[in-house]
């Protein structure tokens, strides 16, 4: 028996500020990402600690640029259909459909633009899985706004949606509303374009930009399907298990409230309602979110079709987080607990396959809906040669371990699966620490962490691999 579907959905996925570059092309206006700089303020910035809304002389800042695909969409495509991909997830930059955000009406270069990609994409029978906004908010609407935290931002979202909806029926099927919806707890700046004046209350704030996202949400979900019956909608989460740290019923409890805050936007999105741990936490925290009546019943009448998620580890959780998360600051935007069982990359990040089936079995045993990996990868240094070929064969192991929890989470445990986008498929923007020498990718771009190099494009190992694995369907792993 075949333990995936005959239609499931292999590709990669990418990220417009991560990949895309062309910043002042096509009049495409500037966004929250373009200014978070590589090196040691790109932490302060993101999480929005460190007010910075354009660009200046000390910084390299990666995401302009990027890999260019702008220019190099074709080529990449065509790479992607040399492996197989049934699908390819990226994202619509914002501010190249409305280059302020507030516009009354689209930049028509935005949108033609996107529409090539798409049509490029269906000449080789790749289906488009388009992310609304992927840690993407156009800079005017952070200064003239504050971004999420003001409720008139979800009518230019609104907007947005409107525009691409009705421009691409019929080229995109597949949708997700805000990617890893609950990075705007841990990474404000870039989830939301949020920012932090002193004396705020932070929590308050980013609640605040999270109940407008998820109005949104339901409101994208609402237009999608009304302009075309068989848009698909998903939300997607960072996931990612909590785990007990120790067997003490403090920390199996700790766990689980690490739990429900990382189910927090999905319990709404997947049930129409807020939970009730969450408004416990309002009352508790004097957290004073400011929730309309109509926004209740959009929530409730307008839920996701699908689940997706990004996996890349699993966390720990204790009682007394700080004494164990001790010398794990680098990098830990998350904030939580390495686990000592697991080996971890070269970032620091554990390595745990069976936690993919594990997250995928708590996730379907919570909603019962389908659901779709959407990132899932190695960040590695790659050494390659003067052709350019990698000998990577760790991504490979990495890889062919995490899809064999999710055969087994399919075949044994039943769980209902759409597809699995590999994060990354070609090297691009790490958009954690800005680097280029965190490579994810199939294909090797020549560029380095301060944009040198030619771009040149070159197949690793791993290419070949993996186009072995779709063509099979998943059975020929090794």
Same mark, same amino acid.
């Given at each position: ?7 499931? +959905? ?11 570059? $062309? ?78 955000? %507030?516009? #009354? ?5 935005? +949108? ?41 931002? &979800? ?43 002193? $004396? ?15 109005? =949104? ?33 403090? #920390?199996? +409890?700790? =766990? ?22 969450? +408004? ?14 109509? !926004? ?39 904030? %939580? &607990? ?7 990359? !070269? ?10 089936? &594990?997250?995928?079995? %708590? ?18 240094? !790659?050494?390659? !040669? ?26 044994? #445990? ?59 369907? $998943?059975?020929?792993?090794?």
């Amino acid at each position: 028996m075949m333990p995936f579907r005959e239609d499931f +959905l292999w590709g990669g996925a990418t990220a417009a500020n991560q990949c895309e570059g $062309g910043f002042n092309k096509g009049g495409r206006g500037l966004a929250n990402v373009d200014v978070a700089p590589y090196g040691k303020d790109r932490l302060a910035v993101i999480t929005g600690k460190m007010k910075m809304f354009d660009f200046d002389k000390e910084h390299f800042y990666p995401s302009k640029d990027a890999i260019e695909m702008y220019s190099h969409y074709k080529e990449d495509i065509k790479l992607f259909a040399e492996m197989g991909f049934k699908v390819y997830r990226m994202s619509i930059a914002w501010s190249r459909i409305f280059p302020k955000g %507030d516009e #009354d009406k689209p930049n028509e270069e935005g +949108l033609k633009f996107y529409e090539d990609v798409f049509k490029e994409c269906l000449k080789y029978n790749i289906k488009p899985l388009v992310t609304i906004t992927h840690f993407d908010c156009p800079m005017h609407l952070i200064k003239e706004y504050g971004g999420w935290k003001n409720r008139k931002v &979800i009518k230019f979202y609104e907007n947005l949606c409107h525009a691409i909806f009705n421009r691409y029926k019929g080229l995109v099927e597949y949708w997700l509303t805000f990617n890893e919806i609950n990075m705007i707890l841990h990474a404000p700046f870039m989830g939301a374009g949020l920012y932090f004046e002193e $004396g705020e209350n932070e929590e308050e704030i980013k609640y605040q930009a999270s109940h407008h996202e998820l109005v =949104a949400s339901a409101i994208a979900t609402k237009i999608a399907h009304e302009v075309d019956k068989n848009n698909k909608v998903g939300c997607m989460l960072a996931a990612g298990i909590y785990y007990p740290y120790s067997s003490k019923p403090e #920390d199996v +409890l700790a =766990a689980q409230q690490k739990n429900d805050e990382m189910y927090f936007f999905v319990d709404i999105q997947a049930r129409g309602k807020y939970p009730n741990y969450a +408004l416990k936490k309002f009352e508790r925290e004097n957290l004073n979110i400011k929730i309309e009546k109509e !926004d209740l019943e959009l929530l409730k009448k307008y839920t996701v079709d699908f689940i997706s998620f990004s996996y890349y580890s699993t966390r720990c959780a204790a009682a007394d987080m700080g004494k164990h998360a001790k010398g794990n600051e680098k990098d830990n935007i998350m904030k %939580d &607990i390495k686990n000592p069982e697991l080996k971890q990359t !070269d970032w620091g990040w554990t390595v745990d396959p069976l936690g993919l089936r &594990i997250t995928l079995n %708590d996730i379907y045993d919570r909603y019962q809906k389908p659901m779709f990996i959407v990132e899932n990868g190695l960040g590695a240094y !790659d050494k390659v !040669d003067k052709n350019g070929y990698v000998e990577d064969d760790y991504r490979i192991d990495y890889l062919r371990e995490h899809i064999k929890n999710m055969k087994d989470a399919v075949e044994i #445990d039943g769980v209902d699966l759409l597809g699995f986008t590999t994060w990354g498929p070609i090297d691009l923007v790490s958009a954690g620490t800005g680097e280029m020498t965190k490579r994810y990718g199939f294909i090797y771009v020549d560029r380095d962490d301060f944009g040198n190099g030619t771009l040149k494009r070159s197949r690793k190992k791993s290419f070949y691999w993996y186009k072995k694995v779709i063509e099979s369907n $998943g059975e020929d792993l090794e």
